[in-house]
Every structure is written in structure tokens, then in C-alpha cells.
């Protein structure tokens, strides 16, 4: 059986796999640090940010690195040009033959899914400032982010279905989650692109901001996260995230555990101490 389809949005004219695999990776996705705030850039605008399987583990890769990282307080993920990111593209990959069975589904566990699990699991926030297209495992990519802003033109699309495609990269443990089951099934099993205003409607996005306005939106967010208790909000995140699967007793036990674990942290102390003191608390993510 031939290579399944890209899972994603059509896109302008994409670079040749010979032109793409001379490009180096880091060309793709360009990274900076500017006080605690580690920014995470999309640049592949041609093909409206698709990933390819260098540019996932990339991002994998730079996701652990922050999460590991006491100096980094948050991430920032965002594209360039006309999209966020329009899903994976397999297009460059070498041709193989006949597929034995479990070889798509190593692919995804080695692939799709360990980039939503990178952003699942990293310890600091992440925060996605969508500033176009979103289709397939880019929208998921989005939707497993802890906060997303969007610009008004962003648009987001379960592109699966186009293709004659399961969705992957988490999209079904996601989207109900997010949405409640009957919508998630709407959107999956139609695949028209959702804009950004009514993705906010659905709960899919916190906020939308004029396009001109995405980037200084997103860094005023990244900065006060950058500035508050990192461990406490780590810790936080944990929690809210296995809520979802868990029960109450389980909920509840595993927040005074998180609780006991942040107390023992120079956050949590100055920010006792600040409120004792009647002043503003200055944490600096111990």
C-alpha cells in the first residue's frame, strides 16, 4: 500500500524534497530567549508552516529542552506568514513499499503524538499565538497548548476527513475535552475550517486580537507568565491536565501533593512572606 496523504490544508506552492531536505532545520524554526521567554517560530511560510519529521523532533526537542530548563519560565509557539501550522508533511519522506501491520501505528507514537505529548508534558506554560491556518496535527498542536490567542484571521481545520483519514496527534482525546463530544464530532467529522472568532465561541481559543495586534497580545500573556510562581503554575498545569481522566478522590490527593511539593519552593515562601508584608510578591521561578 502507498504512503497515506499528509493530513493537511492545501497550501501554496511547497518547496521540491530535494530543495527542503538542503534546508536546515534550523532555518525552519527559528528560536529565541528573551527574559525567561523561550519563542518557538515556525518558518517554513511557503508551505504554511508544515512540518516535516525534522522539524517535529526539533520542536520536540526544544520543548524538553525549556521544560529541563530553571532559566525558562515559558514557551511561545508561533508560525510565520499565512499559517500557524498546516499539519504534517510526509511529502519529502522516502518512498517505502508494501506497509507491514503496526507500522503506521509506530509512526504516530514515534511521531505525532510525542509532539502533543511534548507540549502536554513540558513544565513551564505554553502558550500558542496562532496567527493563521491551523489544520490537522497543527491544530492539535494548538489545542494541547495551555493558553491560545488567536488573530482574526486564524482559522482552524480537522482536515482529516478530507483526506479519508483518522484523526491523530491527540485530536480525539482533545477535542471533547475541550468541547464536549457532539461538537468535537461536528468538527472531525466535517472538516470546515472554524474561524477564529467562533473557535473562541466553542472554547477552542481564549482570546482573539486584530492580526496586527497577535504578537504584542502574545508577549504581554508570555511576560506575566514569565514573572509568576514557574513551579507553582507547573504544578497547576499537572493537575488540571489529569483531572480530566481521574476521579475526585484521586483529584483531590493528587492537589495536596502538589500543594506539600510547593511549599518546600522560594516562590511559594516569598509569596506568603509578600502577602504577611502587604507587598508585591517578586518571584523568580524557584
Same mark, same amino acid.
Given at each position: 500500500?502507498?504512503?497515506?496523504?499528509?493530513?493537511?490544508?492545501?497550501?501554496?506552492?511547497?518547496?521540491?524534497?530535494?530543495?527542503?531536505?538542503?534546508?536546515?532545520?534550523?532555518?525552519?524554526?527559528?528560536?529565541?530567549?528573551?527574559?525567561?521567554?523561550?519563542?518557538?517560530?515556525?518558518?517554513?511560510?511557503?508551505?504554511?508552516?508544515?512540518?516535516?519529521?525534522?522539524?517535529?523532533?526539533?520542536?520536540?526537542?526544544?520543548?524538553?529542552?525549556?521544560?529541563? $530548563?530553571?532559566?525558562?519560565?515559558?514557551?511561545?509557539?508561533?508560525?510565520?506568514?499565512?499559517?500557524?501550522?498546516?499539519?504534517?508533511?510526509?511529502?519529502?519522506?522516502?518512498?517505502?513499499?508494501?506497509?507491514?501491520?503496526?507500522?503506521?501505528?509506530?509512526?504516530?507514537? &514515534?511521531?505525532?503524538?510525542?509532539?502533543?505529548?511534548?507540549?502536554?508534558?513540558?513544565?513551564?506554560?505554553?502558550?500558542?499565538?496562532?496567527?493563521?491556518?491551523?489544520?490537522?496535527?497543527?491544530?492539535?498542536?494548538?489545542?494541547?497548548?495551555?493558553?491560545?490567542?488567536?488573530?482574526?484571521?486564524?482559522?482552524?481545520?480537522?482536515?482529516?476527513?478530507?483526506?479519508?483519514?483518522?484523526?491523530? &496527534?491527540?485530536?480525539?482525546?482533545?477535542?471533547?475535552?475541550?468541547?464536549?463530544?457532539?461538537?468535537?464530532?461536528?468538527?472531525?467529522?466535517?472538516?470546515?475550517?472554524?474561524?477564529?472568532?467562533?473557535?473562541?465561541?466553542?472554547?477552542?481559543?481564549?482570546?482573539?486580537?486584530? $492580526?496586527?495586534?497577535?504578537?504584542?497580545?502574545?508577549?504581554?500573556?508570555?511576560?506575566?507568565?514569565?514573572?509568576?510562581?514557574?513551579?507553582?503554575?507547573?504544578?497547576?498545569?499537572?493537575?488540571?491536565?489529569?483531572?480530566?481522566? &481521574?476521579?475526585?478522590?484521586?483529584?483531590?490527593?493528587?492537589?495536596?501533593?502538589?500543594?506539600?511539593?510547593?511549599?518546600?519552593?522560594? $516562590?511559594?515562601?516569598?509569596?506568603?512572606?509578600?502577602?504577611?508584608?502587604?507587598?508585591?510578591?517578586?518571584?523568580?521561578?524557584?
Amino acid at each position: 500500500m502507498s504512503p497515506a496523504p499528509s493530513p493537511r490544508a492545501e497550501t501554496a506552492t511547497d518547496p521540491a524534497p530535494a530543495a527542503l531536505a538542503a534546508e536546515p532545520v534550523d532555518s525552519l524554526i527559528l528560536h529565541a530567549t528573551d527574559n525567561g521567554v523561550v519563542t518557538l517560530t515556525l518558518d517554513r511560510p511557503d508551505a504554511l508552516n508544515a512540518l516535516t519529521p525534522d522539524m517535529r523532533e526539533r520542536l520536540i526537542d526544544r520543548l524538553a529542552a525549556a521544560s529541563a $530548563d530553571p532559566d525558562v519560565r515559558v514557551v511561545l509557539l508561533t508560525g510565520t506568514g499565512r499559517g500557524f501550522c498546516s499539519g504534517a508533511d510526509l511529502r519529502g519522506a522516502p518512498a517505502t513499499g508494501d506497509r507491514v501491520a503496526g507500522d503506521v501505528a509506530r509512526m504516530l507514537r &514515534g511521531g505525532a503524538q510525542r509532539l502533543v505529548a511534548a507540549v502536554w508534558d513540558c513544565e513551564k506554560p505554553v502558550l500558542a499565538a496562532v496567527n493563521g491556518t491551523a489544520a490537522g496535527l497543527g491544530a492539535h498542536l494548538a489545542f494541547a497548548c495551555d493558553l491560545v490567542l488567536a488573530a482574526e484571521s486564524a482559522r482552524f481545520i480537522e482536515v482529516f476527513v478530507r483526506r479519508g483519514l483518522v484523526p491523530d &496527534g491527540g485530536g480525539a482525546y482533545l477535542l471533547p475535552r475541550l468541547i464536549g463530544p457532539q461538537r468535537a464530532k461536528e468538527l472531525m467529522f466535517f472538516g470546515d475550517a472554524v474561524p477564529a472568532a467562533e473557535a473562541a465561541r466553542l472554547g477552542l481559543v481564549n482570546r482573539v486580537v486584530p $492580526d496586527g495586534e497577535l504578537a504584542d497580545a502574545a508577549r504581554e500573556w508570555a511576560e506575566r507568565l514569565a514573572a509568576g510562581p514557574t513551579r507553582a503554575l507547573a504544578l497547576t498545569k499537572q493537575l488540571v491536565n489529569a483531572s480530566l481522566d &481521574g476521579d475526585r478522590a484521586t483529584a483531590l490527593a493528587a492537589e495536596a501533593a502538589a500543594q506539600e511539593i510547593n511549599m518546600t519552593t522560594a $516562590d511559594a515562601q516569598e509569596g506568603v512572606a509578600s502577602f504577611v508584608a502587604r507587598r508585591r510578591p517578586a518571584f523568580r521561578g524557584r
